[in-house]
């Protein structure tokens, strides 16, 4: 199976768009910006959506995958903070998961040998939440008489964010104490 497959082009250009992004925002081009993101966030759904349906996943697709989806939503986060269009704390609190579930991961590879990295329900809503939470931002910069939902969308994210963290910890205790 060949690499070059349709979903890791897309992959790919999710991780190409975010240098992009990142000068759309240092130069408070926000119309650019959302749509960039948006764009990000359709190749992110059809990536997988086609690597599944078609049966074109690979090694490099499993890898870069979650790897561009963590490099555009911390981007996303560290320049909305700097703008003070989400507050540092929940800045922090989405980046320290990341960090937690990573070494989590590393620590757990290197008590069991194995490299198993399945995502929860938990992991997933949290991620759709920030995603939500960015996408919600950059539509309120640029539309500014949307509903203000801010307070509800940065709580929301938080909560699911600490409780996807929490479960993460929870399974790889678990795994790592299975015989």
């Not at 309120?140 to 509800?152: A, K």
């Amino acid at each position: 199976m060949s690499i070059i497959n349709l979903p890791n082009i897309l992959t790919l250009m999710r991780i190409l768009i975010l240098p992009l992004f990142v000068a759309t925002m240092i130069y408070r081009r926000y119309d650019h910006a959302l749509y960039l993101f948006a764009v990000a966030a359709i190749t992110d759904t059809l990536d997988g959506l086609i690597a599944r349906l078609k049966g074109l996943k690979t090694p490099l697709g499993t890898f870069l995958d979650p790897l561009a989806d963590k490099f555009l939503l911390i981007t996303s986060f560290i320049l909305l903070s700097i703008y003070n269009f989400i507050p540092l704390w929940l800045t922090i609190m989405v980046i320290s998961r990341d960090i937690i579930v990573v070494t989590g991961w590393v620590v757990l590879y290197l008590v069991t040998h194995s490299s198993r990295v399945e995502p929860s329900v938990a992991g997933k809503i949290a991620i759709s939440l920030q995603s939500l939470l960015i996408c919600y931002i950059l539509l309120d910069i640029n539309i500014p008489s949307i509903p203000d939902l801010h307070h509800y969308l940065i709580y929301l994210t938080a909560l699911f964010t600490i409780w996807s963290g929490l479960h993460y910890i929870y399974k790889g205790l678990k795994e790592s104490h299975a015989d």
